[in-house]
């Protein structure tokens, strides 16, 4: 999380530089608008790196054989967006970035003025490693369809919300999320090919839909402090908890039977068939398990 903090104290970002993809400005009356795209040459994979604040960032699969597509509507007198790609080798580099230097963000009513718009839309033909960080504002990921290979998030006071209503055609190797004041919701994430996945809720909220064509094998390791977490679950799956709960926690695992102190499993459960693992960390915060039909 200190990424997180250091762009919430407005430190830092990242430097632009010249990439052989087309981009134009244009005037849209009181703002900015920049956009940028460029299509897959000899890239067999590509690293996105996404550092925004006070953004509302939509992100979304890209048309043709695009390797990405940016479009960014802004106020140049206070912010600055940073697009930078280039290609090494079989790989490409993405970083789409904000320069907020020298700004004063306490100047009244053009606090306002720092929002900006983001819609960025990512290839769906070849590997996607991304590392995304929102610190303040809003966010719309849409991964359906996308191969993503490796995938961490972080997000500030942010609101996110990430689905995936198609299968990854590819397996992730990780799926890591932090949560520090913002809330966040995942939908489908039985569709993104995951065996692992990591959540940390600090004091903000989350809510992760499993639905999807989950692997009977997934695990998730899941640490609430004085948040609340919210799962839902589809109907018939097979689920066994481990909850490192306190009496100061608040639990609420619909139909679940306790096994043991910190056990406790779906109806019907049976050892020896495939079940999923959720493991629970949860301190003064909610976690709340709940069916979906």
């Not at 390797?67 to 140049?76: G, I, L, M, N, R």
Request: charged share 25%; glycine share 8%; hydrophobic share 40%.
């Amino acid at each position: 999380m200190k990424k997180i903090i250091l762009i919430i104290a407005l430190i830092g970002g990242i430097v632009l530089v010249n990439c052989p993809a087309f981009a134009k400005r244009l005037s849209t009356g009181g703002h900015d608008k920049l956009v940028r795209q460029s299509e897959i040459t000899s890239e067999q994979s590509m690293e996105v790196k996404i550092e925004l604040s006070m953004t509302d960032l939509v992100l979304s699969k890209a048309s043709n054989n695009f390797a990405f597509q940016a479009e960014v509507e802004y106020d140049s007198a206070f912010v600055q967006p940073l697009i930078s790609y280039k290609i090494r080798g079989d790989k490409g580099f993405l970083d789409l970035g904000i320069d907020l230097e020298g700004i004063d963000i306490g100047a009244g009513d053009k606090r306002d003025s720092l929002s900006n718009r983001w819609q960025v839309k990512l290839t769906d033909k070849i590997p996607l490693e991304i590392d995304a960080e929102l610190a303040m504002g809003k966010g719309q990921m849409d991964l359906s369809g996308l191969r993503i290979s490796d995938l961490k998030v972080e997000v500030g006071l942010s609101d996110l919300t990430m689905r995936f209503d198609e299968p990854n055609p590819i397996v992730m190797d990780r799926l890591a999320v932090e949560c520090g004041l913002g809330s966040l919701k995942i939908q489908n994430l039985g569709n993104a090919s995951l065996k692992n996945f990591k959540l940390e809720a600090g004091l903000g909220s989350a809510e992760i839909d499993l639905s999807g064509k989950l692997p009977n094998d997934f695990r998730a390791d899941m640490e609430v402090g004085l948040g609340s977490l919210e799962i839902f679950i589809p109907e018939g799956m097979q689920v066994k908890v481990y909850c490192d709960c306190s009496f100061l926690s608040s639990i609420d695992f619909e139909d679940f039977k306790k096994m043991d102190d910190n056990v406790y499993v779906s109806p019907g459960f049976d050892e020896d068939k495939e079940f999923i693992t959720l493991h629970l960390s949860v301190g003064l915060g909610s976690a709340d398990i709940k069916w979906k039909k």
